[in-house]
Nanobody
Framework: QVQLVESGGGLVQAGGSLRLSCAASGRTFSNNAMGWFRQAPGKGREFVAAITWRGITTNYADSVKGRFTISRDNAKNAVYLQMNSLKPEDTAVYYC?????????????????WGQGTQVTVSS
């Protein structure tokens, strides 16, 4: 059974930092692109960041460029999201995604496997 489990969410003040982790089990995703999405209250799920299997290529939503960094550790079957300079508008449930292929568009298409999400709340 494939599982993606996110952790690292919490409450932080504006300007602060958090590091989200996503641990995969049940199969290896070392050959798949992975990414992060988020969903704020009353809004649809939106793309945040993606990374290809070797970590050579990354892609970010304009709203997080320069503040968030995605990385992965294939030995641990894990992907991470370092979030700096957090803003209240970053408040959302953050979801990990493992795409069905090694491509950024595959992640952005929001297909593949999903975690259960972790709440990030940024206070002003």
């Amino acid at each position: 059974q494939v599982q993606l489990v996110e952790s690292g969410g919490g409450l932080v003040q504006a300007g602060g930092s958090l590091r989200l982790s996503c641990a995969a089990s049940g199969r290896t995703f070392s050959n798949n692109a992975m990414g992060w999405f988020r969903q704020a209250p009353g809004k649809g799920r939106e793309f945040v960041a993606a990374i290809t299997w070797r970590g050579i290529t990354t892609n970010y939503a304009d709203s997080v460029k320069g503040r968030f960094t995605i990385s992965r550790d294939n030995a641990k079957n894990a992907v991470y999201l370092q979030m700096n300079s957090l803003k209240p508008e970053d408040t959302a449930v953050y979801y990990c995604n493992a795409a069905t292929s090694n491509s950024i568009p595959a992640v952005r298409a929001a297909s593949g496997y999903w975690g259960q999400g972790t709440q990030v709340t940024v206070s002003s």
